[in-house]
């Protein structure tokens, strides 16, 4: 035995072991380009979202402070935020400040910079989405292979009957059903001495429910893709010479169905969890969560540019690097992979 | 007296599907001696792959063995525990399959999956197996076959991969290795060397085969002995020789009159028999064959015959036998047999060319 040589068992040694240098040299290279590419990518998004702001109907100060504002008032406040100026001057003002790190000021929440606000929302939002992924990867993982294994039994059945019914309620009926099963009539149930709380959130038990609403659709999801993909997996060749070499139905469902069927769920867990970070807004506003969710929809009520702006280049960027991570994920776990 | 390996006793395997009963394995039996090779043959559909795949309790489903003995070494495979049959796969009997492309795992290292061949059994240690890893390969002609074994299929040819497998079929060291169609997804030049290498390996190690094609040029270069199979029957078996010189059922007769020349093997479709064999679940009355046999009697449509001895080693399922069909007739059902050349010409389905010549 050669002293130092890696474990079998050891599956990230020995994979790193096939990225050969030059593998390496190409994975850092792709990496830099794929950042790289954020950049116009981003301003895509920044011009779209702007295009978009301003041709929807209204203005910021329709309904500042629940009344009409004078005509006076309306022009000093388009004069203070620039909004006298033409569109595209607008424009290459904020590119040039967002080029300088620099996402200007809050309408809605006077003297607030909307870095600052995003980064008061990001715990929350941080929070949930997190957890969430944190109990979609075994739960909907495991349920899926489940079935697969116990295919047309009572397990796959219940499994699957739990995974339709996810699928097709949306967020804030489950959050709305939620509140009233387990906050509502549980506290009148036990006379308030065991319930989930649903008002004034914090991160602490106040968690339970939003994590849960929040999980439901991706679990049910990943559930059901891994299901399909084992069954496919199964049915192919190789699974059969793995029996026919005479391995154990551990090591044939470990080393041969799962490595291979477990791949293509990988690939949608970066969508995933930029769905659970940026689509948290439903769940943020049913369970009233000061998350960056939360901020996005009042910001678009009241026209908040700059909050609209800085809030979706966040996700857009979220959204690239999930992706990104998948990719690079892709690279490690299926080594037919070629980086284009 | 040879040494009785591996002795099938009336297999009967079925597939219970929708549309019936497919009687994919219809009371087939055969034996392997030790060290022997026995070629199967017969059409595509004819039951080979599945009384293969029976003999390792492979079948897939909705397919299962419903009766018969299958003895290998005087065990009954088919009444052994989940642990024996675990033990008895890839040790006692390999197997490798049609189309290397799909039977490895496409995500793990060449070397790794023939180790764990061995790593499965208690034949080698986990040290001997890593070293036998590089020996295996380097057997089956893999070339720097160190660096080779960290490779992943895709970085194999198609023959590179069904070296591969073989390799790992050799592994344990098996008693009896079956090769089901191990070149009819592979290149002439590369089928070729496959065969010469199975053929060296045999000859080297003394492993016992089991061949399966629909190739008649490669039972004659490797196998000693020929069993023919169609619609899930034996209908005639005995060694090659006299199965080449003097066959007696019009089935292997047609199958040795459509032998493809090497050269051509890729081609070997065996389009010169008229008609498809029978759907297995809803086979014709009497002898399987006769819809599409030459020299059919009144007998054959209702009765079906039983395998009779028509030599030494030799049996054949037919109530007519080669031998006594008179020379005039058999001249005749060379005449109107399609050969393969016309048959492509006519791009015609070749069981619509059946029914119309045989009105
Ligand atoms: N999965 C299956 N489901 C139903 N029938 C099957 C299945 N696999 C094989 N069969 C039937 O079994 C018969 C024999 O198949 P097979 O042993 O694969 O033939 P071959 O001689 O070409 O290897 C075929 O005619 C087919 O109808
Ligand atoms: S029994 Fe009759 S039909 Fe069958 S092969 Fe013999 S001659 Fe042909
Ligand atoms: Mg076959």
Not at chain 2, 305 to 311: A, I, S
Not at chain 2, 321 to 327: G, T, Y
Request: glycine share 8%; aromatic share 8%.
């Amino acid at each position: 035995m050669i002293a130092g040589r890696p474990n079998r068992g050891a599956l990230l040694p020995a994979r790193l072991s096939a990225l050969t240098d030059s593998r390496v040299g190409s994975l850092v290279f792709f990496i830099i380009r794929r950042i790289l590419w954020m950049i116009p990518i981003v301003f895509f998004v920044i011009l779209i979202t702007f295009l978009l702001m301003h041709l929807a109907q209204g203005s910021p100060w329709d309904k500042a402070g629940g009344r009409q504002l004078s005509a006076a008032v309306v022009n000093n406040l388009n004069i203070k935020y620039g909004l006298n100026k033409p569109e595209y001057q607008q424009f290459e003002l904020y590119v040039w400040n967002v080029l300088h790190f620099d996402f200007g000021l809050s309408y809605q929440y006077e003297g607030k910079t909307v870095t600052g606000l995003i980064a008061e929302g990001i715990p929350y939002t941080a929070t949930l989405g997190v957890l969430a992924f944190i109990i979609i990867v075994p739960v909907g993982v495991g349920l899926g292979v489940l079935a697969a294994l116990r295919q047309n039994t009572r397990v796959d059945y219940i499994t699957m009957g739990f995974a339709t019914a996810a699928a097709s309620f949306p967020n804030f009926v489950i959050g709305a059903l939620m509140v009233v099963v387990f906050s509502v009539l549980m506290a009148k149930w036990t006379q308030h001495s065991f319930f989930l709380p649903a008002a004034d959130f914090g991160l602490d038990d106040h968690l339970i429910m939003p994590v849960i609403t929040l999980a439901l659709l991706p679990i049910a999801y990943t559930a059901r893709l891994t299901r399909a993909s084992t069954l496919d997996t199964i049915r192919q060749d190789f699974i059969r010479t793995a029996w026919a070499k005479g391995l154990t139905e551990r090591l044939v469902v470990i080393k041969h169905v799962l490595k291979n069927s477990l791949i293509p769920v990988v690939t949608t867990l970066g969508p995933t969890f930029a769905f659970l970070v940026t689509g948290s807004l439903i769940v943020e506003t049913v369970f009233n969560i000061p998350g960056i969710g939360r901020a996005f929809v009042t910001a678009v009520e009241s026209r908040d540019y700059p909050m609209i702006l800085g809030t979706t280049i966040l996700f857009s960027i979220i959204i690239a690097i999930a992706n990104l991570v998948v990719d690079v994920t892709y690279v490690f776990i299926d080594p037919r992979v070629r980086l284009a | 007296m040879a040494q009785t390996l591996l002795q099938v006793e009336d297999l009967h395997t079925q597939f219970f599907t929708s549309r019936g009963v497919v009687r994919a394995v219809d009371g087939v039996s055969l034996h392997i001696d030790v060290g022997e090779t026995l070629g199967v043959v017969g059409e595509s559909g004819c039951g080979k792959t599945i009384t293969a795949l029976s003999i390792l309790r492979l079948v897939p489903d909705p397919g299962k063995i419903v009766s018969g003995r299958i003895l290998f070494r005087g065990n009954d495979v088919v009444k052994m525990d989940d642990d024996e049959i675990r033990d008895f796969r890839g040790n006692d009997v390999a197997m490798i399959f049609q189309d290397p492309m799909t039977s490895l795992n496409p995500v793990t290292r060449i070397g790794s999956q023939i180790e764990e061949a061995m790593t499965a059994h208690k034949r080698f240690t986990p040290e001997q197996a890593k070293s036998r890893v590089i020996e295996l390969l380097t057997r089956v002609r893999v070339p720097s076959a160190e660096t080779r074994a960290k490779d992943y299929p895709h970085q194999f040819s198609g023959g590179m991969r069904q070296r591969a497998m073989i390799a790992m079929g050799l592994a344990n060291e098996p008693s009896l290795l079956i090769a089901d169609e191990p070149t009819t997804a592979l290149d002439v030049t590369v089928q070729a060397q496959i065969i010469q290498l199975m053929k060296q390996l045999n000859r080297e190690l003394g492993t016992a085969m089991m061949l399966i094609t629909h190739n008649m040029a490669l039972v004659a270069s490797l196998c000693q002995r020929v069993v023919v199979m169609y619609a899930g029957r034996v209908v005639e078996e005995g060694p090659v020789e006299q199965i080449f010189k003097s066959p007696q059922h019009p089935y292997t007769w047609s199958l040795l009159r459509s032998v493809p020349r090497v050269d051509e093997a890729r081609k070997d479709r065996l389009v010169s028999i008229k008609g498809l064999p029978p759907d297995l679940s809803n086979p014709p009355p009497g002898c399987k064959f006769h819809p599409r046999c030459p020299f059919v009697i009144d007998r054959c449509r209702v009765e079906e015959p039983p395998l009779g001895e028509v030599g030494p080693d030799q049996v054949a399922r037919c109530w007519v036998l080669m031998r006594n069909v008179s020379e005039g007739d058999v001249a005749t059902a060379k005449q109107s047999s399609i050969s393969v050349a016309a048959a492509e010409n006519l791009k015609a389905p070749v069981a619509d060319i059946g029914t119309k010549s045989g009105s």
